[in-house]
C-alpha cells in the first residue's frame, strides 16, 4: 500500500504528495435526494482511488457533503453562526444545527471511509472540528494551523491516507460557520506540494450550459491568470449545483480549483472528469485528459 515515498527529503516541508483528489457531493450522493449515497459513483471513484493507491502513488482525499449536512446547515442557519457570539455560547437554535450538521456530515464520512477501507486502502478521516477554525468565515491566519498540517504529515508518512470532509466549525467572530471541502482543496494542495489536483464529479467536467440541456458542450480546457485569478472560460452559464449547497455553485468551485493554482505552485493542472471514467484514471496519472476539464495557468 504505498507508502510516502514521492517525499523529496525527510523533512516535512519538502514532503509532497502525487494528488490530492476531492470526491465532490454529487460523486458520493444523490444531491436532489436527502441523505442518500450515490453508490455508483462513489463505487467507481474508491476503485480508482484504491488502484492509484496500490500503485504506489500517494494523495489526500477530501469529499464534499452533497445531501448530507447541506439541508441542517442551511436550515439552521450554521453558515451565518451568530454575530457578534464569538467564543460565547451559541444561542440554543444553532447548538441545535450544529449537532445535526456535524451527525449528518460524519454519517456520509463513514460510507465514504468504508468504502474506501473495503478496498485495501489505509483510510484515516480528519475531522476539522474543533481541531481547524475559522475567523469571519475565513482561516484563522489565513492557513491551516501548524498542528493540522504536522498531523497530515504524520499519517502520510507512515502511509496512511488521510480523509478530510466539509465540516461545521467553531468561528472566532461568529460562533460556528462552514468550512467547505473546496477549501481543504486548496490548502492541502500547497502544504503537501501536491502535483496535481482532481475533482470528482457526476458529469464529465466543465460545460459551456447545463449538461442536460441540448446543446451543451464540454470545456476541455480553461486558462486561469494567476496575477488576478481570473478565468478564461467564454460561453459558460454560471449557475448553482445545487438548492441546498451551501459552500457555493460551479462558480465557487471553479474559483478553488483557479486558488490552488495560484496558491500551490507546485500543482501542474487541476482536473475536473467524471467518478469511474477513463479521463479520471488519466487525470490521476497526469495524462492527457479527453473527455474532462483541465485547468492550467495561462
Known sequence: MGGYSSCLTREESQCRVDVVAKIGGSACTQKAQFETLNET??????????????????????????????????????????????ASTLPERLLEGFAKTRLSVTTLNKYVISALVSRGM????????????????????????????????????????????????????????????????????????????????????????????????????????????????PGIEMTCDGAHDVTGGLKEKLRCAADVLRGAPSVQAVYIVRAGSEAATAALLGGEVLEGTTLRRR
Open 122 to 233: 489505509p483510510a484515516v478521516t480528519i475531522s476539522p472540528c474543533p481541531f481547524v477554525g475559522t475567523t469571519s468565515k475565513k482561516l484563522s491566519g489565513s492557513r491551516l494551523p501548524s498542528s493540522t498540517t504536522q498531523g497530515v504529515f504524520g499519517l502520510l508518512d507512515r502511509g496512511l491516507v488521510p480523509v478530510v470532509h466539509g465540516d461545521a466549525i467553531l468561528d472566532e467572530a461568529q460562533g460556528c460557520a462552514i468550512l467547505s471541502g473546496d477549501i481543504w482543496m486548496v490548502e492541502l494542495s500547497r502544504e503537501l506540494n501536491a502535483r496535481r489536483a482532481v475533482f470528482f464529479t457526476d458529469v464529465d467536467g466543465v460545460f459551456n450550459k447545463p449538461p442536460s440541456e441540448p446543446g451543451a458542450k464540454l470545456i476541455r480546457e480553461i486558462l486561469v491568470d494567476t496575477s488576478t485569478g481570473d478565468l478564461e472560460l
Open 41 to 86: 459513483a462513489l463505487n467507481a471513484v474508491a476503485d480508482q482511488l484504491a488502484k492509484f493507491s496500490k500503485e504506489g502513488k500517494t494523495l489526500a482525499i477530501v469529499h464534499g457533503a452533497g445531501s448530507f449536512g447541506h439541508k441542517q446547515a442551511r436550515e439552521f442557519g450554521v453558515s451565518k453562526g451568530a454575530e457578534g457570539v464569538g
